[in-house]
Structures are given as C-alpha cells and as structure tokens.
Nanobody, 125 residues
Framework: QVQLVESGGGLVQAGGSLRLSCAAS????????MGWFRQAPGKEREFVAG????????SYADSVKGRFTISRDNAKNTVYLQMNSLKPEDTAVYYC??????????????????WGQGTQVTVSS
C-alpha cells in the first residue's frame, strides 16, 4: 500500500503558475504509475496528466496540454504537476493517484488504486 499527500495548491490569478507536489510513503514509489486528476464542484473527476514509473511516458488531457507538465523524482518519492498559464476553468480540487500497472498511463480514475486527500486550486479572473 502507498500513502499519498498533495501540497502546493492555493489561490492564483489567471495567467499565473502553481506547482503541485505529491509525496508518497509506504511501498516502493517506483512500483507505480502516477496520475493527477481534478474535480470541480458538480463535475466528474477528470484526468489531467499521468506518468509511468520511469518517467519515460507522459500523457495529458487536451485542456492542459502545453500548459501543465508532470514529472517525478523516484529518489524523493514525489510526483509534481507544474501548472502555467492558469485559467479560471482550472479551478478544482486536484488529486494525485497511484496505479500498480506502472508501465502505462491510464486516464480513468477507476483504474487507480490509491489516492491522496486532494489540494484546492483556485484561479481568479
């Protein structure tokens, strides 16, 4: 089992940047592919970005491609989400998640076994 704790959320103006972090503890971090998801009030949880265990493969939702970057540091048991050019529609609770099938990136939240508690990101216009 792995425990995940997100940090780095906050309030930012449109056009600004934030960097989210997700620290993992428990079983070997490199055993997992990692994903970032977000959920706005009244909406479904949606895929934002994902990364395989080695970092060699990444995947992004069309809505964030070119603005967000996912990365990981297996030595620090941490995955990051760098968010640039933020828009009000990026406002949501952001969650990191771990998937034991580490060699591919999945886009459905049903495929991830472990979740953090979430961190709020609010982008003002």
């Amino acid at each position: 089992q792995v425990q995940l704790v997100e940090s780095g959320g906050g309030l930012v103006q449109a056009g600004g940047s934030l960097r989210l972090s997700c620290a993992a503890s428990g079983r070997t971090f490199s055993s997992y592919a990692m994903g970032w998801f977000r959920q706005a009030p009244g909406k479904e949880r949606e895929f934002v970005a994902g990364i395989t265990w080695s970092g060699s493969v990444t995947s992004y939702a069309d809505s964030v491609k070119g603005r967000f970057t996912i990365s990981r540091d297996n030595a620090k048991n941490t995955v990051y989400l760098q968010m640039n050019s933020l828009k009000p529609e990026d406002t949501a609770v952001y969650y990191c998640a771990a998937d034991r099938e580490r060699v591919i990136v999945k886009r459905s939240h049903y495929d991830y076994e472990y979740w953090g508690q979430g961190t709020q990101v609010t982008v003002s216009s």
